[in-house]
């Protein structure tokens, strides 16, 4: 319950940071700054149909995302009978067994499927749950009327609207703060110059210990410290200009929040780009090595059951295949497509000694 409400606030967060961003660069940076104070029309005509666009599929991947149908991926297939299998596939012993969910009643559970611990439902192509795309609603059992809240994973079907959302949100800050970059700087410097010197700020916040330890640690200080000194600039000055031309704590929010998500995304977009390229899952990426080496796969057509070595990675196709996977999305009502085995796996199987042999 606790996980739920604090993955809704996350949620509520980035839908509030996405309709203000709209609202700022839309309505002040846009129209209010470039095209009527400024006049410059054509770089606020530019800015018109670049950043709000952007913000729009953003919000709109967003919600996919949360609310799509791709979210009902739940694994539901029936149990296969391994006898006629022909593709190879990663197997739970030396005779080819298939795996099974003992939280979903010993349902089958297809290879990388994950039984999500906070949605409490087995994910098929299962990557990582993820806090900040939103809660879904879903039939779980076929015969069930309500829909259940179940929260949300991001799944290998998912992952390219996952990917293509994590890369918009740094390109879309870069362009939508670069018309007040200057002024941005400038109120930053100047507010926290006078906060350090202005007796009551110092009392409250830059004397305080806990300036230290709290709100974010030595980066907070200085954050909180900032935000402070514009709150007082904007007290003591008068200001005739639009408001991003003037100090503003309510643009200075908003313009931190925007960095610290863009930065977070970035380095977020890097690691499954990387994932991506391997052909892991974040899961497969978390997992000790001794987890790997415990891993089987068996191959129908040779009668063989081999574990994996180390540093095989027994999803990786190459690099060029594994990204075209990830455009490549399972259709539940064409029945359960099996993923692809490593073919250096296949290949090490063939003519290496028999680690394990398949049940005949
Ligand atoms: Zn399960
Ligand atoms: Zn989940």
């Known amino acids: 319950m606790q996980n739920r409400r604090l993955?809704?606030?996350?949620?509520?967060?980035?839908?509030?940071?996405?309709?203000?961003?709209?609202?700022?660069?839309?309505?002040?940076?846009?129209?209010n700054w470039l095209i009527v104070h400024q006049r410059r029309r054509v770089l606020g005509g530019l800015y018109l149909a670049v950043v709000p666009s952007s913000i729009?599929?953003?919000?709109?991947?967003?919600?996919?995302l949360a609310v799509g149908r791709k979210t009902h991926n739940v694994a539901l297939y029936p149990f296969p009978n391994i006898d006629e299998l022909k593709e190879p596939y990663e197997c739970t012993d030396s005779a080819g067994a298939l795996a099974t969910c003992l939280k979903c009643n010993d349902a089958w559970k297809p290879p990388r499927t994950h039984h999500c611990s906070t949605c409490d439902v087995c994910r098929l192509q299962?990557?990582?749950?993820?806090?900040?795309?939103?809660?879904?609603?879903e039939l779980v059992q076929p015969c069930s009327i309500l829909p259940k809240k179940?929260?949300?994973?991001?799944?290998?079907?998912?992952?390219?609207?996952?990917?293509?959302?994590?890369?918009?949100?740094?390109?879309?800050?870069?362009?939508?703060?670069?018309?007040?970059?200057?002024?941005?700087t400038t109120s930053i410097r100047r507010g926290l110059d006078l906060s350090q010197k202005n007796t009551w700020s110092r009392s409250i916040w830059w004397d305080w210990y806990g300036s230290w330890i709290f709100f974010g640690g030595p980066l907070g200080r200085w954050v909180y410290g900032a935000a402070l000194g514009v709150y007082l600039l904007k007290k003591e000055e008068t200001c005739d200009l639009p408001l991003v031309g003037c100090p503003s704590l309510r643009v200075l929010t908003l313009a931190i929040f925007g960095f610290i998500f863009a930065l977070f995304c970035s380095i977020l977009a890097a690691w499954t780009l990387h994932n991506i390229l391997y052909g892991i899952t974040t899961l497969d990426s978390l997992r000790s090595r001794s987890d790997l080496t415990q891993r089987l796969v068996c191959d129908p057509r040779q009668h063989k059951v081999v574990s994996l070595l180390p540093q095989e990675r027994p999803y990786d196709l190459g690099w060029r295949r594994n990204i075209a996977q990830i455009f490549h999305h399972n259709n539940p009502r064409t029945g359960y497509k099996w993923s692809s085995i490593n073919p250096r796996v296949l290949d090490r199987m063939r003519t290496s000694e028999v680690i394990e042999r398949r049940r005949d």
Do not use: K
């Not at 390219?160 to 939508?176: E, G, H, K, Q």
């Open 7 to 31: 993955e809704t606030g996350l949620q509520l967060g980035v839908a509030t940071l996405i309709l203000s961003s709209l609202y700022l660069t839309t309505v002040e940076i846009a129209c």
């Open 126 to 137: 299962f990557d990582h749950h993820c806090p900040w795309v939103g809660a879904a609603y």
């Open 56 to 64: 729009l599929f953003m919000g709109r991947l967003y919600v996919s």
């Open 150 to 184: 179940v929260g949300n994973c991001v799944t290998l079907d998912r992952l390219d609207s996952f990917l293509a959302l994590l890369l918009i949100v740094p390109f879309t800050y870069s362009i939508a703060v670069f018309p007040i970059r200057t002024i941005l």
